[in-house]
């Protein structure tokens, strides 16, 4: 189960209901009930109950196609506590594309710490909208990373939140550094 993505966890969740195991036993002769129950007790194990608050940056240089992300993570009982952080130079990309970069990245490492439940903070607005479905996503580029994002989203307990620049210092120096690493 720890190789598979949240989407693929949560469409496991939703085979593996309540709903469906009458369903399950009509479709595998000879199988009941309590052995759908029990192999969804033992496949769908309980998921770490940390809380954290990730803040994401991208950064882009367009004239040297380089772009970086950072990241970094909290525990969400202590806001001083620093989980993880990542710095990362991704090659050329838009600054908008970094953002969507450094959030998939962010979502990854979640996935690898077993967090599911997570608080995204981003200063960018159009990444926010657009995950958040308040924007649509018009760029070719940006619709698959924005597909990408919605799958690793789909199994967790998540939320986006906009906030200024000042409140983003970490991941902003985060993904600046990034840039250095070419």
């Given at each position: 189960m720890s190789d598979l993505t949240p989407r693929q966890k949560n469409l496991l969740k939703i085979l593996l209901s309540s709903e469906n195991m009458s369903k399950l036993t009509s479709l595998v002769h000879g199988s009941t009930e309590k052995d759908w129950k029990n192999i969804?007790?033992?496949?769908?194990t309980v998921e770490s109950a940390i809380a954290v608050t990730v803040y994401i940056d991208g950064a882009s240089e367009l004239e040297n196609s380089n772009a970086g992300i950072g990241g970094i993570?909290?525990?969400?009982?202590?806001?001083e506590k620093e989980?993880?952080?990542?710095?990362e130079n991704i090659g050329a990309a838009t600054n908008n594309e970094a953002e969507y970069h450094?959030?998939?990245?962010a979502l990854e490492i979640g996935h690898e710490l077993n967090i599911n439940k997570v608080d995204i903070r981003s200063d960018s607005e159009l990444l926010v909208k657009q995950v958040n479905l308040e924007y649509k996503v018009r760029n070719e580029r940006l619709q698959k990373l924005h597909a990408q994002a919605r799958d690793w989203l789909a199994g967790l307990d998540w939320s986006l939140h906009h906030i200024r620049r000042a409140e983003n210092k970490k991941a902003d120096a985060l993904s600046k550094q990034a840039l250095s690493k070419k």
């Open positions: 969804a007790s033992a496949v769908l993570y909290f525990i969400n009982t202590d806001s989980l993880y952080s990542f710095s450094a959030l998939l990245r």
